[in-house]
């Protein structure tokens, strides 16, 4: 018999997919991402209210494409990349281009 410790990890690994978040972008990877693919990001604030509410459909869409090698829907955490944010003059949240 199974112990329930063991249907716990068992149930989740099953939702180990389903948590996936969309790709953040960094200075080490922003670049090559978007120079490498058509891309979709979200250029967000962590206490955003609307970047959070938009943050379900926008993993949900990130991982229809996540096996693409034309397109990549990635985000950027404002907060934490600022170099990236200022450079593009993002001025609100959230912003996609």
């Not at 410790?5 to 990877?29: C, E």
Request: aromatic letters at 10%; charged letters at 25%; hydrophobic letters at 35%.
């Amino acid at each position: 018999m199974y112990s329930i410790r063991t249907a716990g990890y068992f149930v989740l690994l099953l939702l180990i997919p389903a948590l996936q978040a969309t790709p953040s972008l960094t200075l080490d990877n922003y670049e090559s991402t978007l120079n490498s693919k058509n891309a979709l990001v979200k250029y967000h604030q962590t206490w955003c209210g609307h970047c959070k509410a938009m943050k379900p459909d926008y993993d949900e869409l990130s991982k229809m494409f996540a096996d693409s090698e034309q397109v990549a829907i990635v985000e950027v955490d404002c907060g934490e990349e600022v170099e990236i944010c200022e450079a593009e003059q993002i001025e609100g949240y959230p912003t996609l281009k």
